[in-house]
Nanobody, 123 residues
C-alpha cells in the first residue's frame, strides 16, 4: 500500500485548506485510513481516522467542528478539509493506512505511511 499526501501550504489564521491523500496498491479491501500530524517539538497525534466503511472512528476535541474527512472510493482518495485554522494547527500532516486492530488513534496500528505535507498557519 502506498500513500501520498498533498495540499499543504501557508494559510492565515481562520483560513481553510484541503489535504488530499492518494491511497494505492491495496489488492482486496480498501484500508482504514488515518490523518496524523506532528508539530515542531511535539509528538505525533491523530487528527481524524476513517474506517474501511468510511465511518469516522476517531476525532479529537481539538478538531471537532473544524476538520472533516471524506473518501472518494472511485479515485482512491481521502480528503481532510480543515477550516477555521489556528496557528497551533501548524504541523506536518501525514496520512496512513491501518494494519492492526485496536484503538484507531494509536500510531502503532498503522503500518503504511506516506510522506507528509507541511501546513503552516500564520499571518
Amino acid at each position: 500500500v502506498q500513500l501520498q499526501a498533498s495540499g499543504g501550504g501557508l494559510v492565515q489564521p481562520g483560513g481553510s485548506l484541503r489535504l488530499s491523500c492518494e491511497v494505492s496498491g491495496f489488492t482486496l479491501n480498501r484500508p482504514a485510513v488515518g490523518w496524523f500530524r506532528q508539530a515542531p517539538g511535539k509528538d505525533s497525534e491523530a487528527v481524524i481516522c476513517l474506517s474501511t466503511n468510511n465511518d469516522i472512528t476517531y476525532t479529537p476535541d481539538f478538531v471537532k467542528g473544524r476538520f472533516t474527512v471524506s473518501r472518494d472510493n472511485g479515485k482512491n482518495m481521502v480528503y481532510l478539509q480543515m477550516d477555521s485554522l489556528k496557528p497551533e494547527d501548524t504541523a506536518i500532516y501525514y496520512c496512513a493506512a491501518r494494519t492492526k486492530s485496536g484503538d484507531p488513534e494509536r500510531i502503532q496500528n498503522y503500518g503504511y505511511w506516506g510522506p507528509g505535507t507541511l501546513v503552516t498557519v500564520s499571518s
